[in-house]
């Protein structure tokens, strides 16, 4: 009997030690990136495990359009990663709303936040609880093959507005050269010309004053000729044959393989759109050139010539994560491990001080116009949320289409917002 329980005492206690040493699993999902960046992420997550033992970190990534898709319904199950990749804005707030965040403000150290500036904190707060943190700031800029510009005899640096860039445009069909390289089957690269269009003509409070239905909300002038300068466009035929069937993936490696002159896309496509290319090398850094989206002559507005549209993209926190997934995203945002991205070229880190790590002179440029902007936008089909977010890119896609006005885009965006 004096045995028996003794034996039971001794597995309790192996029990207990052995839950003591339990391992700390740690989920991060990520939409995918390029092999760079995975070991970037690799190392990082090796570097936090020896430090803290007993913690596992894992790193999975899912393509771009698959990730949208799927990211609702995972954090709605027990599979929901602990830490996700977010663009922040109306989709974050939704996501809290639904109670699918964990509210991490009290869970950061003081020091740490404050490298981080509010611009970018505020993308990530609902109702005054910070849910997640910005990794980085992106500019959609136009890449440009400057070798078949100069082919054309066109002159960036001469593009200042709309109607300059339209005669570009038709410089380059009139010299048999594609003039924009686009991926229309995802429909959002078209998306950034509708918005950026709405800025330049509305002024940096055209987004924020449709949402509260202020000044005709997105059926207001702004909106409308935003859809008809986009047309103005589109009428062209500036895209390359078949663009709607198009993806994003296949148009940036169409882009670095030469078959276009511009392409409208974020930053990140840097090392990615060389990736992509038949080499695997892509157009070499004497051959590119980015310039910001040109301004309108003839606004509705004043004050949107100086805005920026981009993201401030990051991560968030899930309702399931344990403690140590938020320390962990402060390890992973620290000014070290921000630095060494920057020094690698991955992308343009949101914490102070880390910035002139960047040689890019790519990066260097992003860096600075969003320093310059007036008004930094977030991606329109992420920061009004997934329903919202979906119409603005099915109208670009059938702008870009003639399939329908300019006046019933905006309309239906206004219906899809009245309707979230």
Same mark, same amino acid.
């Given at each position: ?9 001794? *597995? ?41 033992? !007993?913690? #596992? ?17 995972? *954090? ?11 663009? !922040? ?37 609902? &109702? !005054?609880?910070?849910? +997640? ?10 890449? #440009?093959? #400057? ?79 935003? !859809? ?13 044959? +078949? ?13 670095? &393989? ?29 051959? *590119? ?14 004050? +949107? ?65 969003? #320093? ?7 991606? *329109? ?40």
């Amino acid at each position: 009997m004096r045995h028996s329980v003794a034996t039971a005492a001794l *597995l309790i206690g192996v029990a207990g030690a052995n839950a003591a040493m339990a391992q700390t699993e740690i989920n991060v999902l990520r939409v995918a990136v390029n092999d760079e960046q995975e070991a970037y992420y690799e190392e990082i997550a090796q570097a936090y495990e020896e430090q803290n033992d !007993g913690v #596992t970190v894992t790193f999975e990534y899912i393509a771009n359009e698959a990730y949208k898709s799927k990211l609702p319904t995972l *954090l709605q199950s027990d599979a929901r990663p602990d830490i996700f990749y977010s663009w !922040g804005g109306q989709t974050l707030v939704e996501q809290a709303n639904a109670g699918f965040l964990q509210g991490i403000s009290d869970m950061l150290p003081e020091e740490m936040t404050g490298t981080i500036p509010e611009a970018g904190l505020n993308a990530y707060t609902v &109702d !005054g609880n910070l849910y +997640g943190l910005p990794l980085y700031a992106t500019e959609v800029v136009f890449w #440009t093959n #400057t070798a078949l510009t100069e082919e054309a005899g066109v002159d960036i640096d001469q593009i200042e507005t709309w109607e300059d860039f339209l005669g570009a445009v038709q410089t380059l069909k009139d010299a048999s050269v594609t003039p924009i390289i686009a991926g229309g089957q995802d429909k959002w690269p078209l998306h950034f010309y509708w918005s950026y269009l709405a800025l330049r003509e509305g002024g940096p409070d055209v987004v924020s004053d449709a949402m509260a239905g202020e000044n005709g909300g997105f059926e207001s002038e702004a909106f409308v000729e935003a !859809g008809k300068e986009f047309q103005k466009l589109t009428d062209m035929e500036p895209f390359q044959s +078949g663009f709607m069937g198009t993806t994003y993936e296949t148009a940036s490696g169409m882009f670095a &393989d030469g078959e276009g002159a511009f392409h409208l896309m974020g930053d990140w496509d840097y090392l990615p759109m060389r990736e992509r290319s038949t080499s695997g090398e892509g157009l070499p850094d004497e051959q *590119l050139a980015i310039f910001s989206f040109p301004v309108l002559a003839d606004p509705v507005s004043e004050g +949107g010539e100086g805005a920026t549209l981009g993201g401030i993209n990051g991560w968030a926190v899930s309702q399931s994560a344990e403690p140590e997934a938020v320390d962990f995203l402060a390890f992973m945002l620290s000014e070290e491990n921000q630095r060494k991205a920057a020094e690698q070229e991955l992308f343009i880190p949101i914490v102070e001080g880390t910035g002139d790590a960047l040689s890019n002179p790519f990066y260097q440029q992003v860096s600075e116009d969003i #320093t310059n902007s007036s008004y930094h936008q977030i991606f *329109l089909d992420q920061f009004l949320g997934a329903s919202v977010g979906a119409t603005v890119n099915d109208i670009s896609a059938d702008l870009a289409q003639d399939a329908i006005t300019p006046e019933e885009a905006a309309a239906q965006v206004q219906e899809a917002w009245d309707f979230r």
